[in-house]
């Protein structure tokens, strides 16, 4: 795979994960934009000299490098299973990929300072069906190109 069509595959899917989280949240009435989170999470727990603009900034920067480390283990498990890029492995694989953020976020929402009243149970919906959706889009990249 070329480095260039890895890093389309990232961006596009990062893209379209966010734009999941955005209509997700929309509906639902819940801020479940992965950026927002992150940013939220900074302001609570970095020093106050931190401005907000710098936490959202830093919060987007996050959720981009994020989805690289993810792509990457995405990639990581392709190679090393050498299985056919379908459908159904980009759900499996999918899968790992929402089991791992949904922990990761089950991790940051408990040793971070975050609000009681989240919607913590719909959050790890949520989140897990986003990281099938960049694994779908993921997937689409790597047809559309191959």
């Known amino acids: 795979m070329s480095f260039t069509i890895f890093i389309l595959a990232w961006l596009i899917s990062v893209v379209w994960m966010t734009l999941f ?6 509906l639902s009435g819940n801020q479940f934009m992965e950026s927002a989170l992150i940013s939220r999470l900074l302001n609570a727990n970095l020093d106050k000299t931190t401005s ?7 919060g987007w920067v996050i959720h981009f490098a994020l989805g690289i480390v993810f792509l990457g283990i995405y990639e990581v498990l392709w190679e090393i299973t050498n299985l056919e890029r379908s459908l159904i492995w980009g759900l499996v694989f999918g899968g790992i990929l929402g089991v791992l953020g949904v922990l990761g976020w089950k991790f940051l929402f408990k040793t971070l300072n975050f ?13 897990f069906f986003a990281h099938l959706v ?9 047809h559309w190109f191959y």
Not at 52 to 58: A, G
């Open 134 to 142: 960049f694994s779908f889009t993921a997937l689409f990249v790597y």
């Open 52 to 58: 907000q603009k710098q936490t959202y900034v830093l």
């Open 21 to 26: 989280s955005a209509l997700w949240s929309a």
């Open 115 to 127: 609000p009681s009243d989240f919607n913590y149970t719909q959050y790890y919906i949520h989140i």
